[in-house]
């Protein structure tokens, strides 16, 4: 069965973030396989040379308002399959369905970027397979370790040292005897695993998945301009006919593990987790010790295509167009504005930021204002450590300090052709001569 939600008009280098109602399979039934995918207009598969498919995720509102109780990962609703970068595919074992009625209601959001200067037409297409006979009914969690009631992203600073490791980690309370019949996760660039954990049984490593990161000359890599770090090209998917068995009241410990001697913008840790909550499978649950022996027939399968099994180092680099060519810059255009000892600049952003190229001493505040009737952000492409603004317009106000010296690269992901600013933070108390083409800028007090 293979439905299909669009068109998606993509301008020049162009992100879309569609929030729309799609109607689910006319069958009243179980679905037991789902995977999706960009095409175009013919259905031809989109490759990420034209547009990426940064993330898609599934909702079930259920048939009346309110009849999906709000999962983590949803404002309201049941988020049910996602995928992104790592092309994951809903893949549940034999005698296991997700319920599906005609007259439910579903929601797809999703992030499409377009790596073309070119228009295009994209459509997010879907296959399922749907069965009428009857299974056992698996619900699905979305377990994040940024915990619900938080933001689903975070960065990791960076800075750490040689193969030092950020650990993110969110216990997750069981709210119902079931079992846990399949998982998969949804993780970014710089990630090293992430790992569902069984606290009261020694900690004990119930299910992980492993990332698979592109080899050197993948297009992953060459695509230009970097909206963001490339993410993995796979994730483990984790099955068991069998069932972990779980417990209501159980807590179970989910971790994201990510590298931090780089910095790493806007990641995220997501655990898709299928748990069979039927009648039969509650009483297994219940019969079954909490610290019993793990399933023989428990799988983590990743990718046969050649990987790197560990994250590897990126630079992302700045962008611009030369005669409709996408080439990598070394530094935006401008001269540096010098800024002293107690400075307070003010970063004033329209269609571009003003100024471009700026030099403050470490320990200070850097002010953005955003004046445009239009959304911008200011997201690091790289430096020394991790920053950057949510998306903002209208008079809304970003602030910084900037305390490690180094140089920061920064962009504006919705318009990452034009909008470009590098911020040099110098040692406190050097105050070296601006030179040619460059002007020391007075105390600048943004007023507040």
Known sequence: MVAKSGPYVHGSFETLRP????????????ITRMHA??????GRHVRIQRVMLHHVVFINQGRFPGDRKPKCGARFGEPFYGTGEEDQRLDLPAGYGYRTRPKDVWKMQAMLMSHSVKRQK????????????????????WVRVTNCRNEPSWSVPGGGGPGSIQLKTHEWNVPADGLIVAGGAHLHGGAHNITLRQPRCRGRRLMGSDPSYGMPDDVMYKVRPFLHEPGPMNTAWFTSRSGIAIHRGDVLRA?????NEHPHMGVMGVWHIYVAEGAAAARRARATDRCAPLPADAREQGTDMPHRPSPPVVRVPLTTLKNGVPTDIDHPKGKVHFYGEDARPLVRVTSIFRPVR?????GTTVTWRFQDVIPHKVSLAN?????????????????RRFTVPGTYQMFCYLHPMTM?????????????DPGEGSEAVGEEQPND
């Open 420 to 432: 470009h600013q590098e911020l040099i933070v110098r040692p406190s108390g050097v105050a070296p």
């Open 383 to 399: 430096g020394p450590r991790a920053m950057g603004s949510p998306t903002l317009m209208g008079g809304r106000r970003y602030r």
């Open 358 to 362: 700026m030099s403050v001493p470490a």
């Open 37 to 42: 995918r960009l095409v175009d207009a013919q």
């Open 122 to 141: 994209v459509f997010v297409e879907w296959t399922m397979e749907v069965t009428k006979r009857r299974l056992a009914p698996v619900t699905p969690y």
């Open 19 to 30: 929030k729309v109602i799609v109607r689910p399979p006319r069958v009243d039934g179980y």
């Open 255 to 259: 971790t994201a593990a990510y590298d």
